[in-house]
């Protein structure tokens, strides 16, 4: 899109003549901007329709008399940004033919220099006193910041002048839009071509009922629409944006309600324990007594299972406070009725460490009747057909696995539960997968290790019921954590190996996790496939092209290490096979080996109580919640923990903030409500329910709790009166349009 012009010859970006009623909200943008225009937004933004155009939202607004802060522009990222022509030259280049243009941009403070090459023509047009909106993205030459090559259009001064002055002022007053770009997008363009989308969209239905509208006083979407990208004044796009906000709460939470309601339309076998049974043997050997919360999720667990309709249960519950024993129960319960449970992990790592610790909690005898089973994809050829014979013949009460359970030549006898153990790590349609295993619809539990504030679990969970552990079994000796800011003290660097000696002489074991494999080689296991690396767009760490520290050079070095002469050391990460993690997890189990240097195939579930120190290097790579996971690993016995935080990150950073809010809490819900709040907000909905165009647009987990649960309510009552969804087409249809296309997969499946 260099010129603004398509293929078909429609000028996308000026707005061409486009007769009122051409688009609705599912129009293509192909036809509404051309072809090539449309290639440009889906690119960059995955825009496809008229109403995914309409929902690209400004980020700020701008007046024209206001100048940007030049001088806090950040280095290597794309700007919009208002300011004003003082100088204007043209000089030729040294070593080769051609001329630069050289124009300096001032907001009264700082100067930014804007620099083209062979482009004669915009001396003529930069002139000095002009002001206008300039993009591109800022560079350092020499010491100063500057603009190569930007975009830029100038407010034309003169043309409101002549329609008198109340035109001049409405246009003078009026606030500028300006929108999420990327470089071959600027915001003028993208303003441009919403205009002519606006002036050519049909009348709208409203997806907010009548009665919603006003009860909150709220605009008509279409008004909203149009104040929110055209406001002649402040006040039209706060109002605006005001009514946009509850409109995305609502709609979301009416899809999330119509898809509990829509659970619960299915019947499936009630799972209820017999007297005598599996669970109740299970209950009377246990070598401790379960804790409050573990008994209050147990028998909200118990009732929903007992249930003619199927369960959809989260548990979330503190690192350690002991949600696989819940599980365990839910299935003993559902294995008295005569059927099957699978658990589906993330990683091999953690579903062999599930299927160990199941077995030595059930012990000998009720192991020997359930026989519980690994399915993995590494498992050899004649194990695996081992296991899927179990499963289908109904041998296996209890399967384990990871995404090799979602395969098609996977079957059970009688499959009542499924239980997804760290959720976020799948996607919406691989837990379907292996739901639609079973003859009738299974019931699901799904486990999480991460903390959810409250507005979160309403935004992403709110087709569940939600249910909670807090509190820690007895016995735990607790965890120390200690930031080493080494920006700040380079000189305890050498301490930290130190202090790992030591605790290593005292008999225990210890962790130490990198964020990579080797050098330029993330670890391929850790959610999203990206170990929590941050990237460094001002929100990661401190210094984006210091190395990453990874297992091979930590391991090397450790080795080399005078203090660690007669220590047992080996690797753990996701490109070892199945068997070298497995043969590596026993061996660390059973006290073989002193220092696991690993990634995050450790971060959750791996149970070791003699592990007492983790080090975690470049610990600003990693987010809020998986370093508390990370820590969760060491303090699990009567051994006290011990976790140090490397960073090199800088005073004052983001990263720093998150990993000292870390340390300063062992408390995972408050930790889950502080980086919340650092993030402010993000993809919420998208990176962790589901994807694709889920993503929030207005709506901040962090600020926006009350009118969530608000929305949720007033959605509730509509959907409970009538005819529900099917009285409100408008709504239906913005349901529809809000949800990406796996989601909406997801929503209509029983």
């Not at 309601?261 to 017999?274: G, I, M, N, Y």
């Not at 699978?342 to 909690?361: C, D, F, N, Y």
Request: glycine content about 10%.
């Amino acid at each position: 899109m260099t010129d603004g012009r398509d293929t078909e010859g429609r000028d996308a970006t000026t707005g061409g003549e486009i007769a009122p009623g051409s688009f609705t909200l599912d129009s293509r943008l192909s036809g509404a901007l051309g072809g090539r225009t449309a290639q440009a937004f889906e690119r960059g933004f995955g825009h496809r329709t008229v109403g995914d155009l309409l929902a690209h939202y400004p980020r700020r607004y701008a007046m024209r008399g206001e100048l940007t802060a030049l001088a806090t522009l950040p280095l290597d990222e794309n700007i919009t940004i208002i300011a004003e022509v003082i100088e204007v030259g043209e000089r030729s280049m040294r070593a080769r033919r051609g001329s630069i243009v050289e124009a300096k941009i001032t907001d009264g403070t700082g100067v930014l220099t804007l620099t083209f090459f062979n482009q004669r023509w915009r001396a003529a047009d930069l002139r000095p006193g002009r002001r206008g909106i300039f993009a591109g993205k800022v560079s350092d030459y020499k010491g100063q910041r500057q603009l190569a090559h930007p975009d830029y259009e100038l407010f034309d001064d003169a043309t409101p002048l002549e329609a008198g002055d109340a035109a001049a002022k409405r246009w003078a007053e009026a606030p500028i839009p300006i929108y999420p770009a990327t470089s071959t997008l600027a915001s003028w363009q993208i303003a441009k071509a919403i205009e002519l989308v606006l002036d050519g969209l049909a009348p709208l239905d409203d997806p907010l009922p009548a009665s919603v509208r006003a009860a909150k006083s709220l605009l008509a979407h279409r008004e909203a629409l149009e104040l929110v990208h055209r406001p002649e004044r402040d006040g039209d796009w706060k109002r605006a944006r005001g009514t946009l906000r509850f409109t995305e709460a609502f709609v979301l939470q009416t899809a999330l309600l119509e898809r509990r309601a829509e659970l619960r339309t299915h019947t499936t076998a009630a799972r209820q324990p017999v007297p005598g049974g599996l669970l109740e043997r299970f209950d009377a050997a246990l070598p401790f007594t379960l804790t409050g919360d573990q008994l209050e999720v147990g028998g909200e667990i118990a009732h929903d299972l007992g249930e003619p309709v199927p369960m959809n249960r989260l548990v979330q519950g503190e690192v350690g406070s002991g949600k696989t024993v819940v599980a365990l129960r839910a299935m003993l319960a559902v294995a008295d009725s005569g059927g099957q449970s699978a658990l589906l992990a993330p990683t091999e790592v953690l579903a062999g460490q599930h299927l160990r610790s199941i077995a030595k909690m059930l012990g000998p005898d009720l192991a020997a009747e359930l026989m519980p089973t690994l399915l993995t994809g590494q498992l050899p050829l004649a194990e695996r057909k081992k296991a899927l014979l179990r499963a289908a013949a109904g041998q296996s009460r209890i399967v384990v696995g990871t995404h090799a359970l979602l395969g098609d030549n996977v079957s059970f006898a009688d499959l009542g539960l499924v239980v997804v153990d760290e959720q976020h790590r799948f996607g919406v349609e691989q837990r379907e997968a292996l739901r639609l295993k079973g003859q009738s619809p299974p019931h699901v539990l799904v486990l999480t290790a991460t903390p959810i504030p409250r507005t979160v679990a309403m935004t992403v969970f709110g087709d569940l019921d939600v249910s909670t552990i807090r509190e820690l079994p007895a016995g735990r000796a607790g965890i120390t954590s200690q930031v080493v800011p080494l920006a700040i003290r380079p000189t305890w660097r050498p301490r930290i190996w130190e202090r790992l000696a030591e605790e290593l002489a005292l008999g225990r074991q210890a962790f130490v996790v990198c964020p990579a494999i080797e050098a330029k080689v993330v670890e391929d296991e850790g959610p999203g496939g990206a170990a929590g690396v941050v990237s460094a767009d001002g929100e990661g760490q401190a210094d984006a092209a210091a190395p990453v520290a990874s297992v091979v050079a930590v391991l090397a070095e450790l080795r080399a290490h005078p203090r660690f002469a007669e220590t047992r050391i080996a690797p753990l990460h996701g490109r070892m096979t199945a068997d070298e993690k497995d043969a590596t997890m026993r061996a660390f189990s059973a006290g073989e080996i002193d220092v696991l240097v690993a990634t995050t195939v450790i971060e959750v579930g791996v149970d070791v109580p003699n592990a007492s120190a983790m080090v975690v290097v470049d610990a600003d790579r990693f987010g809020v919640s998986q370093l508390h996971q990370l820590r969760g690993r060491v303090g699990r016995g009567s051994v006290p923990g011990l976790c140090l935080l490397v960073t090199s990150a800088v005073p004052g950073s983001l990263a720093l903030q998150r990993v000292e809010a870390v340390a300063a809490t062992l408390d995972g819900f408050e930790l889950a409500q502080a980086d919340l709040e650092l993030r402010q907000e993000g993809d919420v909905l998208g990176a962790v329910q589901s994807g694709g165009r889920s993503s929030l647009k207005l709506l901040k987990v962090a600020r926006d709790g009350d009118l969530i649960a608000e929305a949720r309510e007033m959605a509730q009552e509509v959907l409970d009166g009538g005819d529900g969804l099917a009285a409100h087409p408008a709504l239906a249809a913005a349901v529809r349009r809000r949800l990406d296309e796996e989601t909406s997969g997801y929503l209509s499946k029983g």
